[in-house]
Nanobody, 115 residues
Framework: VQLVESGGGLVQPGGSLRLSCAAS????????MSWVRQAPGKGLEWLSD????????YYSDSVKGRFTISRDNAKNTLYLQMNNLKPEDPALYYC?????????RGQGTQVTVSQ
């Protein structure tokens, strides 16, 4: 199982980023997927779930209305579109094989929000 996140970086408040997670080593369309993040000194925070077929997604209150999870099963890739990034969003962002952030994680991609 391999999950490789990319797309993180430095963005100004109010800016946008699109994270990607390339999956390999398992049958991607057989698993629900999720995104979690970990800010310095804090625990893992679940952000969003998406079902195997990309049905109705779920979001935490902290990102609802700003972040959008999606997946392309033909490309074995999970996405997280992040809009209106706020000063409280900087963290290491991980994709997870499994729902509610429970399962195998990738190595993460760093998101920094700063002027």
């Amino acid at each position: 199982v391999q999950l490789v996140e990319s797309g993180g970086g430095l963005v100004q408040p109010g800016g946008s980023l699109r994270l990607s997670c390339a999956a390999s080593g398992f049958t991607f369309n057989m698993y629900g997927m999720s995104w979690v993040r970990q800010a310095p000194g804090k625990g893992l925070e679940w952000l969003s779930d998406i079902s195997r077929a990309g049905g109705v997604p779920y979001y935490s209150d902290s990102v609802k209305g700003r972040f959008t999870i999606s997946r392309d099963n033909a490309k074995n890739t999970l996405y997280l579109q992040m809009n209106n990034l706020k000063p409280e969003d900087p963290a290491l962002y991980y994709c997870v094989r499994g729902l509610r952030g429970v399962g195998v994680r990738g190595q993460g991609t760093q998101v920094t929000v700063s002027q």
